[in-house]
């Protein structure tokens, strides 16, 4: 029996892009932004979701993007990783989609830069392909910030399969 994963999914410049849904908290329409000063600029600030504030990470500058506007109300879609909740400023949701395990791939050696380090991977979707973030490598600031040189190697041993059997509380 084959297995699959479920991905909230989204899109950001253009591209397709997908995070676990078991780490998806929720999924909200554009909220009043507190700028933080002196934050890494891909900390467009604070937001607060029910009483926590929820740091927002630009992920446009996080994968190293071209500098451009958001659509004019940008979603936030709130991960949680471990015990920390992060919002991700997207351009435009899209569906909760379930592909069987035959269709991940490493991601392709075309991509450069961050965007490289911070994927787990590719599923071939009927006419696109979803680009899977990896969540903890996103988050994690002290890894690859926009700017430096990254290549996708299809033998890179960081890209696995994701590993969905682990509980986000």
């Known amino acids: 029996m084959s297995s699959s994963q479920q991905f909230c999914t989204f899109f950001l410049d253009g591209n397709f892009f997908g995070a676990p849904a078991v780490n998806v908290q929720e999924v909200i329409r554009s909220l009043p932004l507190t700028r933080v000063p002196l934050a890494p600029e891909v900390i467009a600030g604070l937001i ?74 590719v599923y071939k979707l009927p006419g696109r392909l979803l680009l899977v973030l990896d969540l903890d490598r996103v988050i994690d600031l002290e890894r690859s910030l926009p700017g430096t040189s990254h290549d996708c190697g299809r033998d890179d041993p960081k890209v696995q399969l994701p590993n969905t059997a682990r509980r986000v509380q």
Request: proline share 8%; hydrophobic share 40%.
């Open 48 to 121: 607060n979701v029910r009483g926590q504030i929820v740091p927002v990470l630009d992920l446009r500058r996080r994968l190293g993007f071209h500098e451009g506007s958001y659509c004019p109300l940008p979603v936030n879609v709130v991960v949680r990783v471990g015990d920390c909740a992060v919002s991700l400023l997207v351009d435009e949701i899209g569906d909760v989609v379930e592909v069987p395990d035959e269709a991940f791939e490493s991601p392709p050696a075309t991509l450069h830069g961050s965007v490289c380090d911070l994927l787990r991977g």
